[in-house]
C-alpha cells in the first residue's frame, strides 16, 4: 500500500487560505485516484474532494465548491488542495487517500491507503 504523507496544516483565521499537501511514493499519484477527506471531533470523515488519474475532479459541493481547488503534480508524486475564504466549519483532521481508479471517489471505503492526516483550524 502505499504511504502518504500530509502537511501545510494549521490555525488560521476566517477567511484565509491554506494549501495542503501530499506526498505519494513515486507513481502513486499517476496510478491512483487521489482524495481528501476530513473529519471534525464527534463526526464522521467527510470526503471534501479527489482527482482522477485521468485528470477530472469532483468535490463535497454543498460545502467547499467554489472555494477549494485539488491538483496534481506527477512528477512529484504529489497532490495538493488549495482552501480559500476557509471557515470555522473547515476545522478537522484532514486525510489525503488513494483509491483503485474506477471506485468510487467520494466514497472512502473506496480508499487502500491513508495517511495519518494534517490538523486545520479555522478560528472565527
Known amino acids: 500500500q502505499a504511504q502518504l504523507e500530509e502537511s501545510g496544516g494549521g490555525l488560521v483565521q476566517a477567511g484565509d487560505s491554506l494549501r495542503l499537501t501530499c506526498k505519494a511514493p513515486?507513481?502513486?499519484?499517476?496510478?491512483?485516484?487521489m482524495g481528501w477527506f476530513r473529519q471534525a471531533p464527534g463526526k464522521e470523515r467527510e470526503f471534501v474532494a479527489a482527482?482522477?488519474?485521468?485528470?477530472?475532479?469532483?468535490y463535497n459541493e454543498d460545502s467547499v465548491k467554489g472555494r477549494f481547488t485539488i491538483s496534481r503534480d506527477n512528477a512529484k508524486s504529489t497532490v495538493y488542495l488549495q482552501m480559500n475564504s476557509l471557515k470555522p466549519e473547515d476545522t478537522g483532521v484532514y486525510y489525503c487517500a488513494a483509491a483503485q481508479p474506477g471506485d468510487p471517489a467520494k466514497v472512502a471505503s473506496s480508499y487502500v491507503s491513508w495517511g495519518l492526516g494534517t490538523q486545520v483550524t479555522v478560528s472565527s
Open positions: 513515486p507513481r502513486t499519484v499517476m496510478w491512483y485516484t
Open positions: 482527482i482522477s488519474r485521468s485528470g477530472p475532479t469532483t
